[in-house]
């Protein structure tokens, strides 16, 4: 059973999406404070997925987020926001955030949004075709494909999980050329309905990264990633 942690200041709307969360088998807590959701993330047990508010009457939206990435970059979050702006909604993917949604928006829509990710990271992950080994070379990186771990001459370089993602995408496929959809469609699922630009944004965090990588622009299509 999925464990869902609710971060939500509003008391009705809370009540609302806990309730459709519940129904799906899911085991919800819900926080309607910053504060309370990071002495939670202190504990030992972690849950599946973060669903996360971007306006709190205390912490941060944005700061609770890069706490939750900080203690484990590959748990899935997903934000919700009165604020429909693009520079929100850019800035939340760039500190990790899986999924984003625009208040006022149906609970159903989000429980079919946390369904497609929860399938995504926890169930196809096991199916995602790799290389014949678990360590998949690309000079001067190693890549560790069950641990998420990239290294390069034994020092590990910090992605976040939308990062090695990418990474995963064009180490599997050398030389192929996606497209900025394709790209999103692989990386945030095909429940993903914000800009291309978060393509763009995230292969120049990874550039910058590991600069070593040979990521080509394709110019009015997307990228390719060429080996050495």
Known sequence: MYHIYLVE??????????????????????????????????????????????????????????????????????FISARDADLDRILGLELGSDDYLAKPFLPRELVIRAKKLLTRVYEKAISIPLR????????????????????EEGKVIELTSKEFDLLLVFANHPAQAFSREQLLEKVWGDNYFGSDRAVDDLVRRLRKKMPHLRIETIYGFGYRMMLP
């Open 9 to 78: 200041d509003e008391e009705n709307l809370n009540q609302l999406l806990t309730s459709y969360l519940v129904k799906e088998g899911w085991n919800v807590t819900s926080f309607f404070n910053g504060n309370d959701a990071l002495t939670a993330l202190k504990e030992r047990n972690q849950p599946h997925l973060w669903i996360l508010d971007i306006m709190l009457p205390d912490v941060d939206g944005f700061e609770l987020l890069r706490e939750i990435k900080a203690c484990n970059r590959d748990i899935p979050v997903i």
């Open 132 to 151: 014949s080994s678990q360590v998949v070379h690309v000079f001067p990186y190693t890549i560790d494909t069950i641990k998420r771990i990239v290294t």
